[in-house]
């Protein structure tokens, strides 16, 4: 599958979904902003591949990178940043959404398993209410919240010492 292919609607995704789990597949949900894709990204998005099934993962649009993070991000456009996680061999599937946080995106596919990054708790996971609404399950996965875009572009951008 080329990388464009993977890379769906609201519509094309519900209907993917669809198609899957009449074959019998699992369905796992990640979510991020991906801004300057990072070690951090590969190994959450791995991680949630190992749990099984097909992976789906929800990129946040600029509009709402901007809203959660402020002006001057993101970083690469939501076209690019849906690019280039799609490229990746674990991705299964790419949809940009325009809200905050995916409680809508949840509603819409019921994925088996939301992966949330280990930032998080299963406790402290937003969405954990919407996923257990239809007992689904929520999964923490990749490694310790080391890497951080953020962090990255001050980082890069901090003065120079001499």
């Not at 959404?97 to 930032?119: C, H, M, S, Y």
Request: aromatic share 4%.
């Amino acid at each position: 599958m080329n990388t464009q292919s993977k890379i769906l609607s609201r519509e094309q995704l519900r209907q993917r979904v669809g198609e899957w789990r009449h074959g019998g597949e699992r369905i796992t949900l990640a979510n991020g902003n991906f801004d300057l894709l990072h070690v951090g990204h590969v190994r959450y998005l791995r991680g949630a591949k190992a749990l099984g099934g097909k992976l789906v993962v929800a990129i946040n649009s600029d509009a709402s990178v901007r809203a959660l993070k402020g002006e001057g991000r993101p970083i690469a456009p939501e076209d690019e940043r849906a690019e280039i996680v799609a490229a990746l061999a674990d991705v299964d599937a790419v949809v940009i959404f325009p809200e905050l946080d995916v409680r809508a995106i949840i509603r819409e596919i019921r994925p088996d398993i939301q992966a949330k990054g280990t930032d998080y708790t299963a406790d402290s996971v937003p969405e954990r209410d919407v996923v257990a609404e239809y007992g689904g399950r929520v999964a923490i996965v990749g490694d310790p919240k080391n890497h951080s875009t953020s962090e990255i572009i001050r980082a890069h951008l901090a003065p120079r010492k001499s």
